[in-house]
């Protein structure tokens, strides 16, 4: 026998006593009939609500306490009820009054481990799931780790005309970028792309050609897809090249069009990794090179339809600044009067609230914060905070028609003086950090005044008189800053024109984000 012959024997040997062992632990967890029922805590910034307490570091007051109770403490009265705290206790783990409350998860334990029948309340579903034992070990990797995975890896069902190979063997170059630290970055042309979906800093070097994809290695953005068209430094992230700029294109498109399933890749629960022999083996639909060109071609015109469309939307909000800039002209010709923020609006702050008047089931008392303004001063509702039934809660602190919700605090200057227009009747308060201006007549038309402090230079005059070292506050000054109020017919005017160019900005986002579907499209009319 040869030593190639004896090599190949070592190597048969070798992979023939891992894939034994597979199949005997395959063959062991699928003796197991039941589902493993798994519980997993939620973000650092849910923690204490899942929990239902906090550790109190406060002299005087340290050690656990309760969420969710009204502690009194100046009578026997209100100590015992300090003491039966943990009674009133709101949390998805229990119910300290009813241990068998349907709805909570320790009754999902208790029922899971007798094999009783139970449902996950949609509620919970964002902390419960139940996984085949044979789900949780990865039998795809050619190392054997038996390491038990308490989120289950997507299954990508690729259906082509063209063979589906992984994707090393498109071929395509799959590399770990190299560790560096801002610290030691000489700073110059280059960027240097991180674990974020932005590049991180610069610098001096740069270890990647240009025409790179890259997918972000870690953190919260793990398994982001990328395209870099410029030399870059490749740090906390996997870079991807195919063998020609075409083939890497294409790659490009695809590995987009399955991002859910690549963020899906990322393990560990502190910090979530995407590795780079998982990239390797992802599936991929191997077409001949002119149907790469055709699939590039095709998506190419998507993005200069995106491009487009983005252009025209800035070039469109120009034109809104433009109107205010114009505003210099009529105050010069007397047209109009100019009343100080003061004098036009009611000026209403938001509720305060602390930690404890906070409950994780829905309520009528719901709070806004300034994650719901876009920058572009439009409300769009992504976070609610509810506060207990118990909390009674000043009416004039809720949205109506005709108010403009702003940003009276915040850690960052660029939220300050943001606002929305409400354009009718809310359910909605406005946080701490938060207040309302209410006009306080009908002299002016409200959309005019909120398209005037919504304009890029009246922010950055609300943002320069901010104040504060570590939370950025309005001052006071801001409600002597003057308005101009023109002529009601010139206000209309203003208006009109403004919305005329905000339905066509609309129409272009509308476009913009159909640009996903459409690759789609392309991409299962070629494959």
Not at 229 to 246: L, N, P, Q
Request: glycine fraction near 4%; charged fraction near 25%; proline fraction near 3%.
């Amino acid at each position: 026998q040869t030593q190639t012959d004896l090599l190949q024997k070592e190597l048969i040997q070798y992979i023939k006593k891992i894939e034994q062992e597979k199949l005997y632990y395959y063959l062991l967890a699928k003796t197991n009939p039941n589902q493993v029922l798994i519980i997993k805590s939620p973000e650092k910034t849910e923690i204490k609500s899942f929990l239902g307490y906090e550790r109190s570091a406060t002299k005087g007051n340290e050690g656990i306490k309760y969420l969710w109770t009204t502690e009194k403490s100046d009578t026997d009265e209100g100590i015992f009820q300090s003491l039966k705290g943990i009674q009133g206790i709101k949390t998805p783990l229990f119910d300290p009054n009813d241990l068998s409350a349907q709805d909570k998860l320790n009754t999902y334990i208790r029922k899971h481990f007798l094999n009783q029948d139970f449902t996950i309340s949609p509620e919970n579903k964002k902390f419960v799931s139940l996984i085949p034992l044979t789900d949780m070990l990865d039998f795809s990797r050619t190392s054997f780790d038996k390491t038990l995975r308490t989120s289950v890896q997507k299954k990508i069902d690729i259906k082509s005309k063209y063979q589906v190979v992984k994707l090393e063997d498109f071929p395509a170059d799959i590399k770990k970028g190299t560790s560096i630290t801002s610290k030691n970055a000489i700073e110059w042309e280059y960027k240097v792309v991180a674990g974020g979906k932005e590049f991180a800093y610069m610098h001096n070097e740069y270890n990647r050609e240009e025409n790179t994809i890259t997918i972000s290695a870690s953190w919260a953005n793990a398994g982001f897809v990328n395209f870099r068209k410029e030399k870059i430094f490749a740090s906390d992230c996997t870079t991807i090249r195919g063998v020609t700029d075409i083939s890497t294109k294409y790659i490009f498109e695809y590995l987009q069009s399955i991002q859910d399933e690549i963020f899906a890749l990322a393990r560990g629960s502190a910090q979530p990794h995407v590795y780079p022999n998982d990239i390797k083996a992802l599936k991929i639909p191997l077409p001949p090179l002119e149907v790469q060109k055709q699939i590039i071609a095709e998506c190419e015109k998507v993005d200069q339809e995106y491009e487009t469309s983005r252009m025209a939307i800035q070039d469109y909000r120009k034109k809104i600044s433009k109107i205010f800039e114009t505003l210099g002209v009529i105050e010069n010709w007397g047209g109009g009067e100019t009343l100080k923020i003061s004098e036009l609006f009611q000026i209403i702050r938001g509720v305060i609230y602390s930690k404890n008047d906070q409950v994780i089931e829905k309520t009528n008392n719901i709070i806004l914060t300034a994650d719901n303004i876009t920058e572009q001063g439009d409300l769009k509702i992504v976070k609610e905070i509810y506060l207990s039934e118990n909390n009674q809660i000043d009416r004039e602190k809720q949205l109506r028609k005709n108010d403009f919700f702003m940003c009276f605090s915040s850690g960052s200057k660029k939220h300050i003086g943001k606002l929305a227009f409400i354009d009718q009747d809310m359910k909605y308060y406005a946080g701490g950090f938060m207040g309302i201006l209410r006009p306080k007549n009908q002299t002016f038309i409200p959309k005019y005044l909120y398209s005037l402090l919504n304009s890029e230079s009246y922010r950055n005059k609300i943002r320069d008189l901010s104040n504060g070292t570590n939370i950025n506050n309005l001052s006071n000054k801001i409600w002597d800053l003057k308005l101009l109020i023109p002529p009601f017919s010139r206000q209309q005017a203003i208006v009109s024109e403004i919305e005329s160019y905000q339905a066509e900005i609309a129409k272009l986002e509308n476009l913009m984000t159909q640009s996903a579907s459409k690759k789609q499209a392309i991409l299962n009319q070629y494959l």
